[in-house]
């Protein structure tokens, strides 16, 4: 089966750095991307990682580790505008290396900024 | 550009009673996607077309069907509705198959079924 695990919810406050995890247990990996979602909005794009390593997005870094099947969000300099749901997604691979072009995300972080 | 639309944004249904969602991109994008998000939960793919011509099942593909009309349209059937199918309906796309480039989500269909 598939599974991903991510903190249900996060606080913190304005200014702060928060960072997200997200462990993964799926029959293939290809990549792993996050996306943002407001309430009652649609979800949008923010981040993604195929190799190991951290990638920086202004405010927000993603980083993966394929080893240990494990990625995380770091949104730095919080504002009251980052209070959302955060989900990860794993982008499952067909016979080890081709994209198969099926995400699998995981239940969201939901993320509460307070002043 | 409205980047991806879908029709309508609400709807109640009956039990038994069957309904076409309708989802468009202006992005020239190869692949689209069907979700459904239920309250408090991650999105799970029903359905996804990588390219025109093709469509595959995804997580939860029972109770559906999908037509991949042309690169525009990709819409989303539920012949029979049932309860457990209420939720919250979301198509995207992406110029690529897979989530590596980027999808764009549509403001999604909210659903009830009675």
């Known amino acids: 089966g598939q599974s991903l695990e991510q903190p249900s919810e996060v606080t913190a406050v304005e200014g702060a750095i928060v960072q997200i995890n997200c462990t993964y247990q799926?029959?293939?990996?290809?990549?792993l991307s996050w996306y943002q979602q407001h309430d009652g909005g649609a979800p949008t794009f923010l981040s993604y990682n195929a190799l190991d390593g951290l990638e920086e997005t202004g405010r927000f870094s993603s980083f993966l580790s394929r080893s240990d099947s494990y990625g995380y969000l770091l949104l730095q300099e919080l504002q009251m505008k980052d209070s959302a749901s955060y989900f990860c997604?794993?982008?499952?691979?067909?016979?080890?290396?081709?994209?198969?072009?099926?995400?699998?995300f995981g239940q969201g972080t939901t993320l509460q900024v307070k002043p | 550009n409205a980047g991806v639309t879908q029709t309508p944004k609400f709807q109640v249904l009956k039990t038994g009673q069957s309904m076409t969602l309708q989802c468009a991109q202006d992005m020239n994008h190869n692949s689209m996607y069907w979700y459904r998000q239920d309250p408090g939960m991650g999105l799970r793919l029903i359905y996804y077309s990588a390219s025109e011509g093709t469509t595959d099942k995804g997580e939860v593909p029972n109770g559906y069907n999908v037509s991949r009309l042309n690169k525009r349209e990709f819409s989303l059937r539920l012949e029979s509705a049932a309860p457990s199918q209420t939720s919250v309906y979301f198509c995207?796309?992406?110029?690529?198959?897979?989530?590596?480039?980027?999808?764009?989500f549509g403001p999604g269909t909210r659903l009830t079924v009675t």
């Open positions: 995207a796309s992406s110029a690529k198959a897979g989530g590596g480039h980027e999808q764009y």
């Open positions: 997604a794993v982008i499952l691979a067909w016979r080890g290396s081709s994209n198969t072009g099926k995400l699998i």
């Open positions: 799926t029959s293939g990996f290809y990549g």
